[in-house]
């Protein structure tokens, strides 16, 4: 087994939500500040805290559009959100073979756990670090940190999984391997810049990487 102790990131990563995230900025933006952005101005960004990517569109004016963009996304929530392919079955697998581990996102614990909940992929973690447990959010080191102090898990045999630079950005800051997801919106070329110690195209693919079968 190569890594015993495995942090996700959650959406974009595990979950598809990105078709939610992107509809709930429209709706905010087009309500707040109608004709000014796009969906190419909210792709760079995502994976920062939602307070932050509306204070760099709106600023002064971010708590206002985060509870527009709040509601809007809860009520479209389990509309619009499902896990990518394999995720379950992978993610089984690994629990059984007693890999140890925890999702590291940047959402609030509400709506993270509606995502968790929803696709029923809750009882394969042993923690969760939200944006409710720390000041500091991806890229800094403090959630990953905190995720693998819960595990109790040594640096040298985690890997931090992401489809965002802020999640690969984050493992090195913590000491970690680093694993991008070509799925992501961004796709592989919006990573590797990033220089993630993996590439990885499928949920087997990652299988076989943390368990040392690739």
Do not use: C
């Not at 680093?178 to 799925?183: K, P, Q, Y």
């Amino acid at each position: 087994m190569n890594y015993r102790y495995v942090l996700f990131d959650l959406d974009g990563t595990l979950l598809d939500t990105n078709e939610l995230i992107l509809r709930s900025f429209e709706h905010a933006l087009d309500l707040h500040v109608p004709g000014q952005y796009t969906r190419a101005d909210v792709l760079p960004h995502m994976g920062e805290p939602l307070v932050d990517q509306m204070e760099r569109f709106v600023p002064g004016r971010s708590q206002e559009l985060v509870a527009t963009y709040r509601k809007f996304n809860i009520e479209q929530h389990d509309e619009l959100v499902t896990e990518f392919p394999q995720v379950q079955d992978v993610l089984g697998r690994l629990h059984k073979a007693g890999v140890k581990m925890a999702i590291v996102t940047s959402k609030m614990r509400l709506t993270a756990r509606m995502g968790w909940d929803l696709v029923g992929i809750g009882p394969y973690f042993d923690a969760f670090v939200t944006a409710d447990d720390t000041e500091k959010h991806k890229p800094h080191p403090d959630p990953l940190l905190l995720a693998m102090q819960l595990l109790g898990a040594d640096p040298a045999q985690t890997l931090m999984v992401g489809d965002s630079p802020y999640d690969i950005l984050g493992g090195q800051a913590a000491g970690v391997k680093t694993a991008g997801v070509a799925w992501s919106l961004r796709g592989a070329a919006g990573l590797q810049p990033h220089n993630p110690d993996y590439m990885i195209h499928t949920m087997q693919e990652l299988e076989a990487t943390i368990l040392g079968t690739r």
